[in-house]
């Protein structure tokens, strides 16, 4: 009897995947998505893919099961081998059993009403025989270390585990290839755990892998890091070696490792691949540098921030939620008795596991929720006696897909709504919409059909379309997903300046190093509880109830605890390094 590894073995023969000078062009589009891409995947290897948005890395991912330019039309050139087969005649549903996709919006991707049936589909739409479909959908769910999960709807799952859902719905089909296109975006750092430990496992069982993925650290395990940059690809090699391309990383729009970049910041030519091996090289070249005990500037910056307590803020605030308590219909309480106040000016991160209440809390500051019991206040008013269009002035609230909340037929009319829909005066409307465009960097866009713009820059316009009612606090459920590194920046420079002219910023996030290099306090989460609300020094510090809570502070951060110290960027702790030297 064949075992799980045998079952989902990867391709036989030398190539996975061979791709001869590929371009492609979309119709109606004025350059190629991918000019003259040609890359070979060994069997059994796995290749992590990184560009900025819109470098190419989905339409690639798309041609290898003639997605594009089955379903996707376009002008398509070149040559795609599977398993040393051309794919030129074959139909998507003659690729499905050979090379699995995971869609970046993996959600989109369920819909039965169990967690059998969900499995069982895509072998049901290539025809396969009921008995031997029933023979593979236990080994394919115990793949993915989700066996006993058969009758379990598939909404009831947390992200991880639709997340390998969906994974295991195309193991199923046995394919010798696998393409997971950033398949942890929207997941928590639990989930994003849980998906990259069954990406090892899948590597362990000799599948051939191809992971989209914007965060570098996630794929120092890969065996080549493919770079695509305009369609083109820019670097092709081992992590080690192209990791150690700072700049030209940078100029792709991808994050460099936070730990290569510090060694090389420290004149050290080594791409580490953990924490504990970035201490050993870096205490072999300054042995200096070793402390027992968290110096006296990162105490004294400890002592300088709101220290852990039940409201980090003391006095009159300008959110005030005092004994709020919720429940969605039929459910279990998302927010329990939740006190929380937060000042004006101030930069909070709200973190915390999926289903932790954050963006349950933040429809409730608000208005979009009505607590059952207890009550929100902003500036000591009542919110539930305040009239929506005054909430508005207030606080303002930015959708995690922005999508969610664009509407109009261009930039400049999306911007104009909410002045207009409050009846100011034209002149008055026109004068607002200049400012917030050219603050988010859109002033150029006014006539652009939003729907057109790319991720980063509908994100901008979202921010744009509440920033024109002069609200006091901004809120900002995950502002930086799906964005590549370059956006983030932007987006999040953006965030910054708003922040420092003196509105209030409430940033809902998985990503660690957003809290540590942009944030001021944190407030933690778990089961609709507040288990933390303090500096985000003193945050990092917290190592059990960061374990307890599934997040962990970023690599960079936790190298420096390694020190006795406690930095928060790769400069602060290169700046530190350099001192003790």
Not at 138 to 144: G, I, K, Q, R, S
Not at 278 to 307: G, L
Not at 387 to 409: G, K, L
Not at 510 to 529: D, F, I, N, Q, S
């Amino acid at each position: 009897m064949k075992t799980d590894a045998q079952i989902f073995s990867g391709a036989s023969g030398q190539h996975a995947v061979w791709i001869e000078s590929v371009t492609f062009t979309y119709h109606d589009a004025d350059r190629p998505a991918l000019r003259a891409v040609s890359l070979v995947q060994n069997a059994g290897e796995m290749i992590g893919v990184m560009g900025a948005s819109s470098a190419g890395k989905s339409t690639l991912a798309k041609c290898l099961n003639r997605i594009i330019p089955e379903f996707e039309d376009g002008d398509f050139h070149g040559a795609i081998l599977i398993a040393g087969e051309s794919i030129e005649h074959l139909r998507v549903c003659d690729l499905a059993p050979k090379v699995g996709m995971v869609f970046q919006d993996f959600e989109s991707q369920l819909f039965s009403t169990n967690v059998a049936h969900e499995v069982a589909f895509a072998m049901e739409q290539v025809g396969m025989d009921r008995a031997e479909m029933d023979r593979r959908i236990m080994p394919a769910l115990e793949a993915v270390g989700l066996r006993g999960f058969e009758h379990r709807d598939p909404m009831s799952l947390s992200g991880g585990e639709k997340q390998r859902l969906a994974i295991a719905s195309v193991l199923a089909l046995r394919p010798s290839v696998i393409v997971l296109d950033e398949p942890t975006t929207d997941l928590d750092p639990e989930g994003r755990a849980e998906v990259f430990e069954l990406i090892k496992k899948l590597r362990a069982q000799g599948l051939s892998l191809i992971v989209i993925e914007h965060e570098s650290e996630e794929l120092r395990a890969a065996d080549r890091i493919v770079v695509l940059r305009e369609g083109e690809i820019a670097a092709d090699g081992p992590p080690s070696e192209v990791f150690a391309r700072t700049e030209l990383l940078t100029a792709c729009g991808v994050r460099p490792p936070g730990l290569g970049h510090a060694l090389e910041l420290l004149g050290i030519d080594v791409q580490p691949k953990s924490v504990e091996q970035a201490f050993e090289v870096i205490v072999r070249a300054y042995p200096n540098v070793v402390a027992s005990t968290y110096d006296s500037v990162a105490r004294s910056r400890v002592s300088d921030e709101p220290k852990a307590a039940g409201n980090a803020i003391a006095g009159p605030a300008f959110i005030g939620i005092e004994d709020v308590r919720y429940s969605y219909a039929g459910g279990p309480r998302v927010l329990d008795s939740i006190e929380l106040k937060v000042g004006a000016g101030e930069f909070l991160a709200i973190v915390g596991q999926n289903g932790s209440g954050k963006t349950t809390l933040a429809k409730h500051i608000v208005g979009l929720l009505q607590p059952a019991t207890g009550r929100v206040t902003i500036d000591g008013k009542d919110r539930a006696l305040m009239r929506p269009a005054e909430t508005a002035r207030e606080v303002a609230y930015v959708f995690q897909n922005p999508d969610h909340q664009i509407f109009a037929a261009t930039v400049q009319d999306e911007v104009a709504f909410g002045p207009r829909n409050f009846g100011l005066p034209i002149d008055e409307i026109e004068r607002r919409c200049n400012e917030a465009l050219e603050a988010v960097g859109l002033q150029n866009e006014r006539q652009s059909d939003p729907f057109l713009l790319s991720k980063g820059e509908r994100q901008r316009l979202a921010v744009a379309s509440v920033l024109v009612l002069r609200p006091r606090m901004l809120i900002l459920d995950e502002p930086t997903t799906g964005l590549d590194h370059r956006e983030q920046l932007r987006m999040m420079a953006l965030v910054r300046d708003l922040n420092r002219g003196g509105i209030a910023i409430v940033i809902i996030t998985h990503t660690p190093w957003l809290v540590a290099e942009y944030a001021r306090r944190v407030v933690l989460m778990r089961k609709g509880a507040k288990i933390f609300d303090g500096g985000v020094r003193e945050f990092f510090m917290q190592d059990e109830l960061l374990r307890s809570s599934s997040f962990r502070a970023p690599e960079i951060t936790e190298l420096s605890r390694r020190f006795g110290t406690l930095a928060l960027t790769t400069d602060e702790f290169v700046a530190w390094v350099k001192g003790r030297a």
